[in-house]
DNA sequence: ATATTCCGTTTAATATAATTGTCAATCGCG
DNA sequence: CGCGATTGACAATTATATTAAACGGAATAT
């Protein structure tokens, strides 16, 4: 999100030291600084006090904000955001970008050995595909199952029932693709 | 603000539960349930985990907000937000709405005995105009001085330097309007 | 040179948000 | 009815944000 640098950026576009603002805020100069270096997520009580005071609105910053966010076109390794709750199963799933605002969702998957995504077939809109990049992994797609090894691929339409297996021993790592974005 | 009320709507607009809700954002239900209730503020972070479950984007979320609180027509005594930092020198500044998103600004001012705005006279934009409810107060315009009692009221061009001192013995009590608004 | 002021950062203490576990109420279903 | 499942709410604990105070750097004045 970086809240902390868009903060910064509009404070400095209007002239405003750390201290000034926190004045008008109610705030504290120290709290500022913690949210400007990304180091705490303010309360959203907090942040608004912060923008009443520059004068923005918050659903301004948020335009502007998740505007830059779109137009962000390169990533880190950390970056990428982990979507998999709690990495049920041994199973990661890293998101590139936000896909909230984008036709496009693009996945650095990674599935510990014995990682299973569970029977429970959840068939979305769209189509997905994706290439095996380390180790191996069944998959299954409408009844049909193949064992995938590193340089592997697949392609489907989403609304078909789908799982994912590690039977090996290795954990597996998949990049994969899907349009429209699931979550 | 009212996030709560908003999030609770949106919520069940999808038809989620909050504990569904909370296991798609990685939180748990009885944050949901603080959240909805308006008892705590949410962290920005936790706020963007409920939205990107439901999903729906920050800016979109404050825009349909804040829209809401526009068009807000009545408001409860209480509900006038306190915009004087920390009530400072016996001054007490209510104001009604949300001045971000209106061309006037009404407040509700009460003076304690020996409060004082002080002599630093900033000078913004536009006009302002006030009549007083109860008690009196010493009003200085551009050099000009005058005691104002219950009923009386004043209007001036804001640009004129202006101080409000409250040299009697009980509170003083005044309704007044500005435009455009100022922080 | 050396205070002086203003800036942003950091740390320890405190206030607040979030979790955990539980509760009563509600809704179907047998 | 009576049972199990699901709902939103709440109290106590834990985690986190916020404060208050101090620090060091940079610019300006004495």
Redesign the interface.
Same mark, same amino acid.
């Given at each position: 999100?970086n809240?902390g640098d868009k903060l910064r950026a509009i404070r400095k576009k209007h002239g405003l030291s750390q201290r000034e603002l926190a004045?008008?805020a109610?705030l504290t100069n120290g709290t500022i600084s913690l949210i400007e270096k990304n180091r705490?997520? $303010? @309360?959203?009580?907090?942040?608004?006090s912060l923008l009443?005071?520059i004068?923005i609105?918050?659903?301004e910053?948020?335009?502007i904000?998740?505007e830059d966010d779109s137009a962000k076109v390169f990533y880190r390794a950390q970056e990428l955001t982990e979507i998999s $709750? @709690?990495h049920q199963g041994g199973v990661s799933l890293r998101q590139l970008g936000n896909a909230?605002?984008h036709a496009l969702q693009v996945l650095h998957e990674t599935y510990e050995p014995g990682a299973d995504t569970g029977p429970e077939f959840l068939s979305h809109e769209g189509e997905e595909a994706g290439v095996v990049v380390r180790g191996s992994i069944e998959v299954t797609v409408d009844g049909a199952v193949s064992l995938l090894n590193a340089g592997d691929g697949y392609l489907f339409d989403s609304r078909l029932p789908h799982r994912f297996r590690n039977i090996g021993t290795d954990p597996c790592e998949i990049v994969s693709a899907c349009t429209p974005p699931s979550?």
């Open positions: 999100m809240v004045a008008k109610g705490t997520s $303010p @309360s959203v009580a907090s942040l608004k009443d005071a004068p609105s918050m659903a910053f948020f335009t904000l998740e $709750p @709690s909230a605002h979550f």
